[in-house]
């Protein structure tokens, strides 16, 4: 195995990569509403394309999850198939959010090189498709965060 020094490394080296494979300034947290953002996850056993809902307030992340669920037929018909709800995921440090993510099927990990290439496809691929969906329907989803 890796050291922790050589394993930090490498993720910094994974995240270098995919930004000189796909120079792209992605809508990530910049969606204008707070706690509403889009994000990459990668580790030794999977690579996922994310967008957590993490308001501070119950309420308002039920609103805001409610809100993109209504568009659930829509996502998976013309946007991302795959795509899989989970409306009370538990982080490792026990804070719930509601995720709405995509996995990569193929076998990767961050610390095979040549995995690399599949999952920058896929973070491509998925995180366009994410914001294809994001863009038509912003303001439908926007009005849970009134």
């Given amino acids: 195995m890796?050291?922790?020094?050589?394993?930090?490394?490498?993720?910094?080296?994974?995240?270098?990569?995919?930004?000189?494979?796909?120079?792209?300034?992605?809508?990530?947290?910049?969606?204008?509403?707070?706690?509403?953002?889009?994000?990459?996850?990668?580790?030794?056993?999977i690579a996922r394309v994310m967008l957590d809902i993490e308001p501070t307030s119950e309420a308002k992340r039920e609103l805001l999850y409610q809100q993109v669920l209504a568009l659930k037929t829509v996502l998976t018909e013309e946007y991302l198939p795959e795509v899989i709800f989970d409306e009370n995921h538990f982080l490792e440090n026990g804070k719930c959010l509601s995720r709405i993510y995509v996995q990569l099927d193929a076998k990767f990990s961050i610390y095979n090189k040549n995995t690399w290439g599949v999952a920058f496809?896929?973070?491509?691929?998925?995180?366009?498709?994410f914001e294809l969906f994001f863009y038509e329907f912003e303001d439908f989803i926007k009005q849970a965060d009134l």
């Fill in 121 to 129: 496809e896929f973070f491509n691929e998925h995180m366009h498709q």
């Fill in 2 to 45: 890796f050291s922790k020094e050589e394993a930090a490394i490498i993720r910094k080296d994974f995240w270098v990569s995919y930004g000189k494979s796909f120079p792209r300034k992605w809508l990530k947290y910049n969606t204008k509403i707070k706690n509403f953002s889009f994000k990459f996850y990668a580790d030794n056993k």
